[in-house]
């Protein structure tokens, strides 16, 4: 009893304090339009009140016993810079922060990589003067448990001493954004190369798609995988996540983000999960709709890339259109988009340098869809239907914009024709008012074309807006 005694006293003379996860803090971007979600911790739960004031409004909440509080500030309109005043047990205040647009950024090393390592990068840092956005980056960091907050250095403002360091298609797609709509810009860079989608993906996406029951949503109280950590002399002195099984990367760099309001998110992850074709597509289904889950969002937009050609190795040759495939199927999920990048890679480099157009393929989308300018093409040629007619196949698209074309002027590449033989070869392709007429010699019945469908095919077609055609086939076989 003595001991309990001095432990209550104890606890009774620390000092009470009020604190805030990393995500909230000075130089961040709050989502406009959107009620503001803020929320932290009292280290002592006595303390009856948290006020939160910012841009003239004043909220106030109690925290639960375990002194956890949260509350939501009003919809507010663009702008800043303002101030963040905090009190509860303490005080804290938060200084230059901006509301506007908000989007997470996240997948494997494409979206890691920095604009330091990407084309005219002297250039691009010396021109990247934007004090209306901002970045925060996310540690790597798997967890076995939903995380509450992260380890990370907080937002920083957009400068030629910063943006060496962001993401390079988060701020490609940031700097479109900001320079079309004059509203800030946050990033919050959560991503980590060589990743599967599977460590990213909530318990929630999981539950939502039946064709991964088996595998992964009947051992989510397995998951994430944990290994023994021991010393030399070979005692277990504590144990580590496996980041590449399912829920790690969730646990620990996404859910420490909840309830943070975004826009929308960018995906740029797929080359770890080559191999697996259409089962790709559930995987995606299941990050997408738990992710709106999650953020409490349904219609939560949710723009991806495609993979780039690449040269992946004989033994592997079919696999990446079949992902293409996939993530073209992923497009049939509402609020989706995709950014083709056949005509911008490097197929003997798995990280083409070249982020500025994928960036940008990423914003038209948003513009779009997200920001009241319909008129913007935002799509190369996407397959949509084909009809025989003798010895020749028409193919027609969706998002021809101006109309098709040959992004260089030589005859279109890259499509080949097969008859009930099944055996691709090489067509003449032409574009015919509006479509495209396939043939081949010696084929005099076709069934079936595809377009692209190698792993280092880079087709020419495109439309006038200059975004290429997605690779396609007709056939299921």
Not at 259 to 266: E, K, L, M, T, V
Not at 332 to 351: E, F, K, Q, W
Not at 426 to 451: E, H, M, Q, Y
Request: hydrophobic share 40%; with cysteine.
């Amino acid at each position: 009893t003595i001991v309990l005694a001095m432990v209550i006293t104890f606890a009774k003379t620390l000092p009470a304090e009020t604190t805030l996860p990393k995500i909230i803090g000075s130089n961040m971007v709050l989502q406009r339009g959107k009620p503001i979600p803020i929320w932290g911790w009292e280290s002592q739960s006595q303390t009856n009140k948290v006020t939160v004031t910012f841009n003239g409004k004043s909220v106030t909440t109690t925290p639960a016993a375990d002194g956890k509080w949260s509350l939501k500030l009003p919809i507010m309109k663009a702008g800043g810079p303002f101030e963040m005043s905090v009190e509860g047990s303490t005080q804290i205040k938060l200084k230059n922060i901006m509301v506007g647009e908000v989007w997470l950024c996240s997948g494997q090393s494409n979206m890691e990589w920095t604009v330091r390592s990407s084309n005219n990068a002297k250039k691009e840092i010396a021109e990247g003067q934007f004090p209306g956005i901002r970045h925060i980056k996310i540690p790597h960091r798997p967890s076995d448990k939903p995380e509450s907050d992260v380890p990370s250095k907080g937002w920083e403002v957009c400068s030629d001493q910063t943006v060496a360091n962001f993401t390079a298609v988060g701020y490609f797609f940031g700097k479109k954004l900001h320079q079309e709509l004059n509203v800030p810009i946050g990033l919050i860079g959560s991503n980590w190369g060589g990743t599967r989608i599977e460590p990213w993906t909530p318990p929630e996406g999981f539950r939502m798609v039946p064709a991964l029951k088996a595998s992964i949503t009947d051992k989510l109280d397995q998951l994430p995988v944990t290994r023994e950590v021991k010393n030399k002399e070979g005692k277990v002195t504590g144990k580590s996540v496996v980041h590449q099984s399912p829920l790690a990367l969730y646990n620990g760099m996404i859910h420490p983000l909840l309830p943070y309001s975004i826009r929308g998110a960018i995906w740029y992850q797929g080359e770890s999960n080559n191999g697996e074709g259409m089962m790709y597509y559930e995987k995606m289904k299941a990050l997408i709709l738990g992710w709106r889950a999650v953020w409490k969002t349904p219609d939560l937009p949710f723009y991806f890339v495609q993979l780039a050609p690449f040269n992946y190795g004989a033994a592997r040759a079919g696999a990446l259109p079949l992902i293409w495939e996939a993530q073209s199927k992923a497009l049939d999920l509402p609020y989706t988009g995709m950014a083709v990048t056949t005509d911008i890679s490097n197929v003997r480099d798995i990280h083409p340098r070249n982020k500025q157009d994928v960036g940008l393929r990423l914003a038209l989308w948003a513009l779009a869809k997200d920001y009241g300018k319909p008129e913007t093409v935002f799509s190369g040629p996407k397959y949509k239907s084909m009809t025989s007619n003798g010895n020749k196949i028409t193919i027609r698209f969706d998002h021809v914009g101006g109309g098709l074309i040959s992004r260089d002027g030589k005859d279109l590449s890259h499509f080949t024709i097969a008859g009930s033989d099944k055996k691709f070869v090489p067509a003449k392709a032409k574009i015919v008012a509006g479509t495209i007429v396939i043939s081949a010699n010696g084929i005099d019945a076709p069934l079936a074309v595809r377009f692209g469908w190698d792993q280092t095919a880079e087709p020419n077609l495109a439309n006038r807006e200059g975004l290429p055609a997605s690779p396609f086939r007709t056939d299921k076989w």
